[in-house]
């Protein structure tokens, strides 16, 4: 099938179970897109906002770059993996968790996806309710069935999301900067959290940052499997991470310095209130972008999820797309979105280490299998080992030392922990290290 019959098809083949073929590989302009829209949210404007509410300007977009720049070096190698091999995140974490031990991390994140899709379709709900006085529980389901929707014709929809939703952000971001710097103090540089703010350290900051992202970053081979090559693949990420998000959290920061919003600690730079105000002509653009951005997260995510249970079940993408969907509607109705921090503080403790024990598994020793169908790939105990002491390291480091970055931590500890464990447990038959093939 050529590439231009494969462009004028609505419904393309998403490969839930196998590589992208070379033929079905998007352009790089449609793969970024997919990318640098995702974290251009209204969550981004939140967490860059409660970040400086916590810090203070200098330091919360110190702590806003750091995190960023982890989520390069992570996603960005990750990005690069499926951009040369057109594998998803479950063929992926196959290749290191072994052949049943993939279900336990595939299904992990496919599940907290669906979490984030939930909280964002409830978002969604509670946004319109309090900026512009709509009924919550309506624009709740009106906002969870567009998002299926969209989810349900595929990658395809998220690229045309994603041209959309990325200049409308920066438009009213900016827009919305403007009315901020005009309304209250332009000493932003200066700006430090008012008395009585909880204490947030520089380590916690960077955590908040990282998970926010963390779990759809993890599982970007979804996403950057599309691209034509592994270089492409890390482009594409490297334009969401660290340059999307971080201009995307910048404006929240620079909204709460300004001094214009109350109890910035809680609300963060959400901007969405003070665009509601401001005639009809922004209202009704701030009602449009309200569905269209957090659109962009809910499909991601929603994507995510179905991909990965697709693959787990043997089923097709779209089939889970609505069936994920109406449970993650039915839980957004239920006020299961309000537990955002609780979410954070799972992923910041044990997801990081997954994409750290892929990454070292399969670029930086560049262990292959050969045969995933080999008895002795059902499970890698390397990796659970690795995964399970990264992740008691990281519990520790949040209850003991909570001023470094939990995030971090798991990271560098996740990678030291596979490392030791590639010097006691060698390759087994079906497996081959590329370091040692001639």
């Known amino acids: 099938m ?14 839930e179970h196998t590589p992208v073929p070379q033929e079905y590989r998007k352009q790089f302009s449609s793969v970024a897109a997919v990318w640098y829209s995702f974290p251009m949210v209204l969550t981004s404007a939140v967490i860059g906002g409660v970040v400086t509410a916590m810090l203070g300007f200098k330091a919360g977009v110190a702590a806003i770059l750091a995190g960023n720049l982890l ?5 960005g190698s990750l990005s690069y993996l499926a951009g040369k091999t057109g594998e998803n995140f479950s063929i992926t974490a196959q290749r290191t968790f072994g052949r049943f031990g993939y ?33 919550l ?10 998002y299926v929707a969209a989810t349900f014709i595929g990658i395809k929809a998220l690229t045309i999301l994603g041209w959309i939703a990325a200049p409308m952000y920066l438009l009213l971001g900016i827009i919305s900067v403007v009315i901020s710097l005009k309304s209250g103090t332009t000493d932003i540089l200066n700006y430090q959290p008012s008395p009585g703010v909880g204490v947030m350290s520089f380590g916690a900051a960077v955590t908040l940052v990282f998970a926010t992202f963390v779990d759809s970053g993890t599982m970007t081979a979804d996403f950057t499997r599309w691209a034509k090559n592994g270089k492409e693949g890390f482009l594409a990420a490297f334009t969401a991470f660290p340059f999307a998000k971080f201009l995307a959290e910048v404006i929240g920061a620079i909204i709460v310095a300004s001094g214009v919003v109350l109890n910035p600690e809680v609300n963060g730079g959400d901007f969405i209130t003070i665009l509601s105000g401001q005639g009809p002509v922004l209202s009704a653009l701030a009602i449009i972008f309200v569905f269209i951005n957090l659109g962009v997260g809910c499909t991601h995510c929603l994507y995510n999820g179905a991909v990965g249970w697709s693959h787990m079940t043997g089923g097709k993408m779209r089939t889970l797309t609505i069936v994920l969907g109406i449970i993650g509607i039915i839980a957004a109705v239920s006020g299961i979105w309000n537990a955002f921090q609780t979410w954070l503080e799972l992923l910041g403790l044990i997801v990081p280490p997954i994409a750290t024990i892929i990454i070292m598994d399969q670029i930086v020793l560049k262990r292959k299998s050969k045969n995933l169908s080999a008895e002795t790939m059902k499970w890698r105990p390397q990796a659970f080992i690795a995964w399970g002491l990264a992740s008691v390291v990281a519990l520790i480091v949040n209850y003991n030392a ?16 596979f490392y030791i464990g590639s010097l006691f ?14």
């Open 71 to 75: 989520l390069c070096l992570i996603v």
């Open 402 to 417: 909570p001023e470094f970055s939990v995030a971090f931590s798991g990271i560098v500890s996740s990678a030291v922990f």
């Open 103 to 135: 279900y336990a991390v595939s299904g992990l994140l496919s599940t907290v996806v669906i979490g984030w899709f939930a909280l964002m379709v409830g978002l969604t709900g509670d946004t319109m309710f309090r900026s512009f006085g709509a009924n």
């Open 2 to 15: 050529s590439a231009n019959n494969v462009e004028q098809k609505l419904l393309d083949p998403e490969f």
């Open 425 to 438: 447990f060698k390759p087994a038959s079906g497996e081959i290290s590329e370091n040692k093939a001639v």
């Open 137 to 146: 529980l309506l624009m709740t389901i009106i906002g969870g069935i567009l």
